[in-house]
């Protein structure tokens, strides 16, 4: 085969087929809606997809250890309420959000000890521990948002700030996801996270240390559920209870989805940032600029998120399947 050929081949596999998708879905926008083609709005969705991305990043390990989350969004609005509380308090803003992160931290906590001491279901787990934290946050806040009538300049320059043109927010979240790319593809963690979603017993067999990987990825994923509740009162100038209905769908399909990417199958952190993009940039593409109504829009991501629930579906169930019929390899148990 041709050098050319080989190339077109590789670049159209089925783990780069979204990144088309994304891109072809962004061309039309751009033909359809000529101020989807200024600079701003591409700028306003990286702002989005990054707040989204660093939410929903925790979550993506959560899936690929073959477990669920659906708390983060409520730990992040519990985190956003529990900042505006602390600066209308008195507290500084160096340390307002610490307190926050590390309180709605707790939570993932809770969550991972009721999963991995108490053999919860996890979709049950983080249910309960979603529910008191929206209820505390509600309780807090008195069923309403608590208005910040200063926003922390530095929390301000990290979401709205730029340098070169490109916002302050990505450079951060770029960062967040090279290292996390490094620890899920080159270190032993990486590949003790996928051994426990694709076959538990077998991973258990091999000396995985199941309780301490699970509840290390509940922790992580609520201590960043948390950072992107502090940095949403940038965009909102409060902290909202409500926050986390904001937040559910596309955080949880930007992670189902972005298993698509790069590992077919596989949630990864790269995955998940081309989801979150995609999703950010669907969401203002179709409702603020084409004027698609809303519901539509939702529809469309329940229908992409199913999507991806399904390959994830059947990549586990080849890889069982495939594993029943072959001799298992030992995997290391030296946790990273």
Known sequence: MSKPRSLLAALFRPQYILLWVLLVMVV???TVSPSFRTVGNFMDILRASGII???VLGLTWIVAAGEID???PDVAAFSSVITAVCIQKGMGWAAAPVVAILAGTAFGLLSGSLVVFFKFPSLIATIAVATVAKATAMTIGKGGPIS??????TITFLVHGTVGGVPVLIFIVAAIYVGFAYLQNCTMLGQHLYALGENRQAALEAGIREKKIVLSVFVLSALLASCGGVLSIASFSSGKPGLGSEYFIDGMTAVFLGAMIIKAGKPNVFGTLIGAVMLSALGIGLTPIIGVREYIGDMIKGGLMIF???IIAVSRYRLTHKASRTVPVELSGADS
């Open 53 to 55: 991305a660093v939410l």
């Open 148 to 153: 910040v009538e200063a926003v922390s300049p």
């Open 28 to 30: 039309v926008f751009m």
């Open 70 to 72: 659906v708390s983060f």
């Open 308 to 310: 991806g629930i399904v």
